[in-house]
């Protein structure tokens, strides 16, 4: 078995590096084909059982004929677990699997952490394991405390993704926490953390845990960022975590000069508007439902702010998703109405917490 691409840094990739090997013990084969269904999955890192939901296309077992499937991993959201992700493009061939990756984010097992990494990645192992995956389509797709989660897989396994979606993502777990210290949120962040930023234990854990802090290693893959304009006043996550991130991939990629201005970007987060300086950067998009209001790509990242909250439009993101492939330039050009593109009946959904 080859070890697993994912970037520690300190003493903690000799762990990582001994998991990699490990034998992994999974629950017994799967048919042939089956609808979305619960699978136990031993993690290769600390050899406890994780669940996640998995769906196996018809004919798509190894000892079936056929083309290899593009596979989409879907990442739950902050206090929510594996089961919230049992949506999944129907009108498309393709394996879905969705990891627990330790829970809800109340405890130091879960966000972010090496175990909570290891279980996403010992999921991608287990759906090559049961169909024949495309390892040229492999996208990650993830909401709110999943988008969080989908920023840090895109920095700690590179190598692995296609393209990643992320949706009203957290990217500074710190600066999470000035905005949320009082709320449920906050006090979960304490859990996970051992303590509110101020401390060198504590500072060192939310440090960790931001993906902010690791993103330049992500660069050059293919990234759809997307947050609401009013998310933060009338949902939970400000729209700086996705400009921010933005901005570090930006400059990653070699288009610094595409970067948001620290101007522009605390006067949106703080109005909920776009400035009339930005208004002309929009695009008229027949796979959204929600209106953007400004959208900018550098180099295979782009930003999207839309008319709307703490909200996802799963169909819009799965549809981008397709059009990527894992070696090849990202794909950014909006398809035309006059294409046939429809509308999803699914829409925009709320982001359930």
């Known amino acids: 078995m080859k070890p697993v691409g994912i970037i520690f840094s300190g ?6 590096a001994m998991a990699a090997f490990a034998v992994k013990s999974t629950n017994a084969p799967l048919k042939k084909e089956s609808p979305v269904h619960t699978v136990t999955i031993v993690s290769s890192m600390d050899r406890s059982e994780q669940k996640a939901l998995f769906y196996l296309p018809p004919g798509s077992a190894h000892d ?3 083309e290899p499937i593009p596979l989409l991993v879907q990442l739950h959201t902050w206090s929510g677990n594996y089961t919230q992700c049992d949506a999944y493009p129907r009108d498309k061939k393709w394996g879905m699997i969705a990891p627990d990756f330790r ?4 405890r130091p097992e879960a966000c972010a952490s090496l175990l909570a990494i290891q279980d996403v990645l010992d999921a991608v192992e287990y759906a090559k394991k049961n169909a024949r995956i495309d390892e040229s389509r492999i996208y990650l797709s993830g909401w709110s405390g999943g988008g969080h989660m989908a920023l840090m897989m895109a920095a700690k396994a590179p190598n692995i993704w296609a393209g990643i979606s992320s949706w009203v993502p957290i990217s500074d777990l710190a600066a999470w926490h000035a905005f949320q210290k009082s709320s449920g949120y906050g006090r979960q962040m304490v859990q996970v953390c051992g303590g509110a930023p101020g401390t060198p234990a504590a500072d060192a854990e939310y440090k960790a845990r931001s993906p902010i802090n690791f993103l330049p290693s992500a660069r050059d893959i293919p990234f759809d960022i997307n947050a609401g304009i009013h998310d933060g006043h009338t949902g939970s996550v ?3 975590q996705s400009l921010y991130a933005f901005n570090v991939l930006a400059e990653a990629n070699g288009f610094k000069d595409r970067q948001i201005t620290e101007a522009d970007i605390r006067q949106m987060t703080r109005e909920a508007k776009v400035p009339p300086t930005l208004a ?4 008229n998009d027949p796979e959204r439902t929600l209106a953007i209001l400004f959208r900018r790509t550098a180099g295979s990242v782009r930003i999207t702010l839309f008319e709307g909250g703490h ?6 993101a799965w549809n981008w998703l397709e059009r990527q492939k894992k070696g090849a330039l990202a794909f950014f050009e909006v398809p035309k109405s006059s294409d046939g593109i429809k509308i999803p009946a699914s829409g925009a959904q709320d982001v359930a917490r």
């Open 238 to 240: 400000p729209i700086s």
């Open 311 to 316: 909200a996802v439009e799963k169909d819009a």
């Open 64 to 66: 079936q004929k056929g």
């Open 280 to 283: 002309r950067e929009t695009e």
């Open 103 to 106: 829970g809800p984010n109340n």
């Open 11 to 16: 003493a903690a990739w000799i762990l990582a």
